[in-house]
C-alpha cells in the first residue's frame, strides 16, 4: 500500500455507511465498493411528518444521495439518514445547504465509510504521525482523529499500531464509523469505531461483567496480543469482547483462556456468519 502525502479533502466531504474491512494483499472484494455508504445527519427542528418529507426532497437533490435505498427520519431522534453513492464525492457542507434550505438547523453528521489505511509521519504530530482513509473511487484521503472516550482512544490505538504496522507493504481495508469534523478547505473523520473488511471469523464473547470502560479495555489489549487477531471491540456496557480473526475456524479455547486470565469469566462465546468479503490476511 502507498503512503499518502497529503490529508486535504479537495474542499468537499463525503459521507456513507457500509462494510468494514480486513487485509488483503493488492485488491479487494469486487463485490464491495469502498467509500462512503451511509450518512447520518442529526437536525433541530423536526416535528412532523411534513418536515421529515421536506427534508428527504431536499436532500435527495443531491447527485450522491441513492434514490434507489431508503431515507429514513427520526422525528423523536431528530435524526436523517441516508445511503450515499461511493463514487461520489460527499462534503458536509453540501449536505448542511440543503438541511437549511428545508427551513432546519443542521447540526453534526455521522457516517459509515470504508476504504484503505494509510500511515504518514509529520512534523505536526511527532512520532505518533497521522492516519487517514484512502478512498479509491473518489482518490480523496481523510484523516483521522481520536476521541476522548477511553474505549474509543483505545480503538484508534489498535488502528494506529496497525496503521504503522503496514508501513505501505500490504492494503488494509477497513469501515470506520465516525463523526465528521468541517475544517476550512477540508474535514476529517473523529473515529467512533472501525473494524476490518475482511477477515476469517468474527467471535462475540460474553462475560458476566465489565465494571467500567477500563476493564473492557484491558481485555481488548489482552486479546490483541494473541496471533491471527485482526482486531478486538469490547463494550462495557454490553458485557462483550468481539473478535476478528484471521483464522475461518478460531481458536476458541485461547480466546476464553485469554479473557479469563484477565480476570472475568466467560458466559458464552459465539461464531458469528460473515457478514463481507473473505480475506483474512
Known sequence: MKLIEGFLVCGVTFVVSQAFAGESKGSTDPVVQLGVEEVRVNVKGLACPFCAYNIEKRVKKLDGVDRKAPFNVSLERGVASFTWKPSIPFGPSVVNEQVKKAGFTPGTI??????HLSFKRSETHGEQGQIALHLPMTHQNVAISASKRADRVESYALLLRKAKHLQ??????????ATVLEEKRSWKLKLKRWEPLFYGARVVIDVETFACERCATGVMRSLMELEGVIHVEADHEKNHAVVWTTEAKPRIELLKKTVVGAGFKVTQVEVLPKATGSQGG
Open 110 to 115: 455521522d457516517v459509515t465509510v470504508s476504504g
Open 168 to 177: 505501505g507493504n500490504s492494503m488494509f481495508a477497513v469501515r470506520i464509523r
